[in-house]
């Protein structure tokens, strides 16, 4: 109850300070000097505030110089990952049509050139292997799906630019019954 | 017999009058159009049908644009424009072949849609970008309802249809995978083999020491001109996937 409580009021904080900070961080950093830039973080219509949200450290400073990836200013907008974001399993049937996946964890991304990686493997006891598509945003915040691979595991590193959304990915099963995979 | 007779040569003298009169009428409504249109100042040229995305480009003043000259990801022919305003506004045109095919790709951008960014569509294209611009769009060329923030249903496309355009999707990023991610290539390769004979020849024949540069180069940049670089290879992968798709 008392967690509940603590969440109620640290979770919209800490997306508060990382949504302001993002905006901030990106004028600092400016990585991208395109005409193409997007200014700010895009929250997209499925990002949930009630669940945890990460950026982690490898992808923050992809975009940035080494000196403005060792500012303290910067890396204080950083945001954490939060206990509960772990794996998700999804299922397809036989067939081999493609299934979209139920959301995954909430991300942030902190400049145009930020990135996620996607891993996926099939679930334990589960032989029908399978094929996994991506999903990230371009740098205009285009959706994009990425092939993720097909087989028993595979993983793909996404563009994820300046939105804030939730992560997600399609499978299709390509054995002889439905298949289950564990992605992160 | 004697009946049939009066009755054709009845229906003979009805289409005289009938064609008098229908003469008479377009002659009067020739005369109220001659009348209305010397007397008011003559329209704008009407909306025409976009059929390639670039002639769009005219109307948008882009700062610089790229182009698509297919959807790596659907079965339907595609040509397209992203095209770049400045100050981080975009504008993205997308113009399929079949009826239909823009709602179906449409689903996709439903949820990036906010009043900043719209759409305008028939059911053969699409554009998402500012309303501004995309008013720009609508004056020139003839369009549904919009901007609009929300996107319609979308048709079903039929299981072939689907297959044609996970195939054409996935021996496209075998092109990067077997540029950059050799491991996750053989795994996948394999699979489309069984499923697609002849995919590991077609893949294997596409990339030499040219592309897998040009994968890496564009791997750096954004995921648009990587896109943009694998879209010039459906010519080759979508006939392939049309033969092998029953």
Not at chain 1, 88 to 95: E, I
Not at chain 2, 42 to 53: G, H
Not at chain 2, 223 to 236: A, C, I, K, T, V
Request: some cysteine; proline content about 5%.
């Amino acid at each position: 109850m008392r967690f509940n409580s603590f969440r109620r009021i640290a979770v919209p904080l800490l997306v508060a300070t990382a949504l302001i900070g993002t905006s901030s961080g990106t004028a600092l950093a400016s990585p991208d000097t395109s005409d193409a830039k997007i200014p700010k973080v895009e929250v997209k219509s499925d990002f949930r505030f009630d669940q945890p949200i990460f950026q982690d450290q490898k992808t923050f400073g992809s975009g940035l110089t080494p000196e403005q990836a060792t500012d303290p200013d910067i890396k204080a907008l950083e945001v954490r990952p939060l206990a509960g974001c772990g794996g998700r399993q999804s299922s397809a049937p036989v067939g081999g049509a493609f299934y979209l996946s139920q959301d995954g964890c909430s991300y942030i991304g902190l400049n145009s050139l930020a990135t996620r990686y996607y891993s996926w493997q099939l679930a334990p006891f589960v032989n029908s292997n399978a094929c996994v598509k991506a999903r990230g945003y371009n740098h205009t915040s285009a959706v994009v799906w990425v092939s993720a691979g097909c087989g028993g595991s595979g993983g793909v590193n996404v563009p994820w630019g300046n939105v804030a959304s939730v992560a997600k990915v399609q499978l299709a099963s390509m054995g002889t019954t439905g298949t289950t995979v564990v992605w992160y | 017999m004697v009946l049939a007779t009066e009755t054709f040569e009845g229906v003979s003298k009805n289409s005289r009058w009938a064609r008098f009169g229908l003469v008479a009428s377009g002659a009067v409504c020739a005369l109220v159009v001659a009348i209305s249109v010397a007397g008011f100042p003559r329209p704008t040229s009407e909306p025409i049908e976009l059929t390639q995305a670039d002639s769009a480009e005219r109307v948008l003043n882009c700062k610089h644009a790229t182009y698509f000259v297919d959807d790596i990801a659907y079965y339907d022919s595609m040509n397209g424009l992203s095209c770049f305003l400045g100050d981080g506004e975009a504008v993205h045109i997308r113009v399929y072949e079949a009826e239909g095919s823009a709602l179906v790709v449409l689903q996709d951008w439903e949820h990036i849609l906010s009043p900043e960014r719209q759409v305008i569509h028939t059911d053969k294209w699409f554009a998402v970008g500012p309303p501004l611009q995309l008013e720009k769009i609508k004056a020139r060329f003839r369009t549904f309802d919009g901007p609009s923030e929300f996107v319609p249903e979308s048709p079903r496309i039929t299981p072939r249809q689907s297959l044609m355009g996970d195939c054409s999707f996935f021996l496209t990023s075998s092109i990067v995978d077997a540029a950059v991610n050799p491991t996750q290539y053989s795994a996948t390769i394999s699979f489309l083999d069984q499923k697609f004979l002849g995919s590991k020849d077609l893949i294997e024949s596409i990339v030499d020491s040219t592309v897998v540069e040009q994968v890496k180069k564009r791997q750096r940049g954004h995921h648009m001109e990587l896109d943009q670089y694998l879209s010039g290879f459906s010519s080759r992968i979508k006939p392939f996937c049309a033969s092998k798709v029953p």
